[in-house]
Each structure stands twice: as structure tokens, then as C-alpha cells.
């Protein structure tokens, strides 16, 4: 009996001090254009705080963040906190014209969210238009004090993200391609940590450079924030020990490549056992679309040792070793890569792994829409004077402009959206065989998908091989989910429900859909609101690749969406 008064005096105790311990941080964000030069050229980059990347974010879980944004530049904007769970405070997640309207220019607007129950690394970028190609930061989420990691501590701990640069504005580079119907132009160059690295032209000299030394461990965190591009990763001759990803701990494992897709993040170990030098840090793209352009370039970092003897005066630095990289369409290397994601622990008394209440099935992919009559040929360029689109489900996602969605549902506005998106396509189909054209144009719409709070779901988002089969980054606002299992080809219920994986799926909030593929995820709604779904391939989004769910409130305060901010901008 004595035991059990212990225990629970413990556990009294442990909640008073993760009280105490988190605490609220006030931040101060202006988004302004600054002069950016990389590659030989100079760029009005619109930015945050006048940095490249913005600012990192260090917080504990339990944190509260109050983060003020002023936009003075010239273009709408939004942010999103992007992994955050947003419990409750769907105003604060940032997507434009689906949790908020803009931030208009000369305007504000203050983000209020706590960090309950994620530790690692998640980021923070623009969530309107292309203005994420250089707004955006890394988000560390520490355990509360006082409470260790899971793994040994690291000596170091180096945010590690992977960009994509333009040489002109990136609003204009999709402006056009709106005007024209087709593709977008492919970026110049990918960065690590804002720079372009030593195999371009007018870089080297600010390669950026991590440092380590003999006997250290170093917890990278490494971020893909590129826009339109999932990327390999690798450092020479130091291997990984992968520990978590978006935010969620992994089971560890050893791998000497990564593969992030845009949106997601992996926290890797690397030991400091090499003889003192320098070792390329290096990304490079994983292309799985097949007769589509793309930036087939390379970006570089140094990882030096601080005991490598420096070169007498005059004598330039060793050169560092370069690590081996997959080729760009290796997608078996991605596959193996995935297949290693598991959970740290066993969970199978979890709800969300219980038997399912709403059982949905997404298609996703490419389109290509007939010119209209009204157009002229200069606004149908894509394939066949076509103009390209995206869809789920053969809707093609419309953002709102008068309101918000979550506006709109909250102070139940008419005529802003319908509650209609099919559950299964309308059509089935061989989704990743020799597709009819009468299949390629889809229909336009903003069109919501109703959850009841509490409901546990379980979605099968299938790819497509319209136009061309591709690996999709599908990110989901407001939840993390769990990865269940992943293939390639049409989803067969018969056979591919022995591959799921009820043990120790992994958790996260992007996963990659395979390229002519399909991949399970189960969640739970309890989180009410507004939530956007949509491919973080950003190009994709632009043309439609997304639909949202409308999560209805459940019983009592803590089920309810929390009443919108004072300052929440209007349209």
C-alpha cells in the first residue's frame, strides 16, 4: 500500500515541476525584402528578421509561443508552424485562406500555440503562394527540463536545412506559370543552411561549415525546405543514426543516406571518429517523375574538425572527401530507406490502431486541363496546348477569397465551401497502368471532408501515373498520423492489408506516397477544425494537389475549437 502512496506522490510531483518548467516565449517576427546575393547575382529575398534562413526557434514541450508577425513586404503572407499538433487553436496554424486570411502588406497578426507531447525537430515557413522558397526557420522542441533525451546527450546539436534558390523572385516564377498553364521554371541552385556550397559559381567562399571534433557525438537536425524538390542527404564517411523524425522518436537505426521530401525532418547522431579533415556534407535530388525538368545539382557543406591542423600561411585547406550519393531516380534506396521507420515501442493498445469508423481512399496526381475557349495559346503551353492541374479524388482543390474556411465554419458562412469530397474516387480505375485521357481533367471545387470528433480514420492515398507517376509528400495539418504500410502499384485490399504494419508504425505528419504507389495512414480526430491536406510538393499544391477535413467539436471546452483571435487579419 505504501508503494502506491509513493507512486503517486512521484507522480504529483514530476506534473508540478513540467508545470513550472514550461513557460511562454515571446518572439517578434517582420518579413521584409532584403539584398541576398548567391550565385554571382543579387536578389530582393523576401525574408524574416533580414536573416537566411529566418530565426530557430528553441523551445521546450509545454512551451507556449506568442510570436508577433509585421509584414512589410510587398506580398501577402502567412505562417505555418509546421508539424505543430495545434491543439485547439486552429487560427494559429497559418495555411492562407484555409485557417486565416492573409497578412496583408503593412498589417500583423500574433500566433498564440502550445507544444504539448512532441519533442524534435520541426520547422516554421510561409504558407502562401512561393514565398516559403526563403521564409522559413528551424523549430527545436527539447523534453521539458530536467527530462533527458532518449539516447546518450549529444556534444553538439546543429539545425541542418536544405533550400532551393531561385536567381529572381519565386513569386513571379509561379505568377507565370499561372498565366501560361505550364510548368514552372526548376530553381538554380539548392543550399544547406542558406548557401549553395563549392560546386557552384560565386559560392564557395561562404560554404557553410558545421564543426565537430574526435571523440564527440553531434545530433544533426536535418529539415528539407525546399520548395519543389525531395532530396538525398549524406555526410562522407560518417554514417547516421537516424533517432527521430517529425518530431516523433524513432527506433534507431544506421544508414548511410537520407531521404527527406519537402516538409518532413530526420535527427541523425554521427560520431567524431575519422581522422581530423574535412567531409563533405552534401544533397542532392531524388527525382522519381520520369521526362519532367528538374535542378540535377548538388549542394555542400563542410563538416571540419577543430583539431585538423590548420596549413602553413598561403596553403589552402585539404579538400574534403565527397560522400557517395544514389543516383537521382534510385528509388529502391528510398524504399529501404522508409521500410527502416519504426516506433520506439510497442502500440498496440492505441485507439488508432483499433478497427476503423471511417475507411477513405485518396487518389492523387497530375492533370491536364483543355484550354479553355477564352484563352489564347499563349495561356495553354503545357502538353498539347493544355494547361497542367493536380487533384485528389479528381477534384481539383479551389482556395477561398472572401474568407477563410475555418471562418466560414466557424460563423457558418454560406457559399464558401460544400462538405461533399468523396470518401473513394468516383471512378475506379487502373490507377498506375496506361490511364484513359477521358480520366486527366479533373473537377475544380472546395469541397471539405466531415469528421466526427473522436472518429478513428484510416486513409489509402494511391498515386496515379496521369501525365507521369511521382513520389508525393503528402502533409497533413493539425495530426500526426501513423504510417501503417506503403507499396507500389493499385492498393488490393485482399492482399495488402497482411503488410500493415500494428506494432511499431512509425509517427509522422509527411509521408511520401511512392511513385505508382500507395501508402496507409490511420489517425484519430481530435483535433477540431480546419485541416488542409495537400502535397508539399509545392508546384503541386499551386495546381490543386490538396483537400481539407472539417473535424466537428466534441463534448465540453476541451473538445471545442477555441473562440478566433481579436487580431485574426480579414480578407
Known sequence: MVSYYVQGLVLLLATLFSLVSAKVQYHHFVVQAVPVK?????????????????????????????INVVNRAKYNVTIHWHGIRQMRTGWADGPEFVTQCPIRPGGSYTYRFTINGQEGTLWWHAHSSWLRATVY??????????????????????????????????????????????????????TINGQPGDLYNCSQQDTTVVPIDVGETHLLRVINAALNQELFFSVANHP??????????????????????????????ISGNQAPGRYY????PYQSAQGVAFDNTTTTAILEYESLVCPPRGVPKPTPIFPPLPVFNNTATVTAFTNKLRSPRRVPELPVLLEVEENLFFTVG??????????????????NG????????????????????LQAHKF?????FSVDFPAQPPVQFDYTGNVSRALWQPQSGTRLYKLKYGSRVQIVIQGTSIVTGENHPMHLHGYDFYILAQGFGNFDSNKDTNKF???DPPMRNTVGVPVNGWVVIRFVADNPGVWLMHCHLDVHITWGLAMAFLVEDGVGELETLQAPPIDLPIC
Open 38 to 66: 548567391r550565385l554571382c547575382k543579387t536578389v530582393n529575398a523576401i525574408t524574416v528578421n533580414g536573416q537566411f534562413p529566418g530565426p530557430t526557434l528553441e523551445v521546450f514541450e509545454g512551451d507556449t509561443l506568442v
Open 137 to 190: 526557420g528551424a523549430l527545436v522542441i527539447r523534453p521539458r527540463e530536467g527530462i533527458p533525451y532518449p539516447f546518450n546527450k549529444p556534444s553538439r546539436e546543429t539545425p541542418i536545412i536544405l533550400g532551393e534558390w531561385w536567381n529572381r523572385d519565386p513569386v513571379q516564377v509561379i505568377r507565370q506559370a499561372a498565366r501560361t498553364g505550364a510548368a514552372p521554371n526548376v530553381s538554380d541552385a539548392y
Open 240 to 269: 547516421f543514426t537516424v533517432i527521430g523524425a517529425d518530431a516523433s522518436y524513432l527506433k534507431p537505426f544506421t544508414t548511410n543516406v537520407l531521404m527527406l521530401g519537402p516538409g518532413q525532418t530526420t535527427d541523425v547522431l
Open 281 to 284: 556534407i552534401a544533397a542532392k
Open 366 to 383: 497530375l492533370g491536364l486541363n483543355q484550354c479553355p475557349p477564352n484563352f489564347s495559346q499563349n495561356q495553354c503551353q503545357g502538353p
Open 386 to 405: 493544355t494547361r497542367f492541374t493536380a487533384s485528389m479524388n479528381n477534384v481539383s482543390f479551389v482556395l477561398p477569397s472572401n474568407w477563410s474556411l
Open 412 to 416: 457558418g458562412i454560406p457559399g464558401v
Open 501 to 503: 504494419n500494428l506494432v
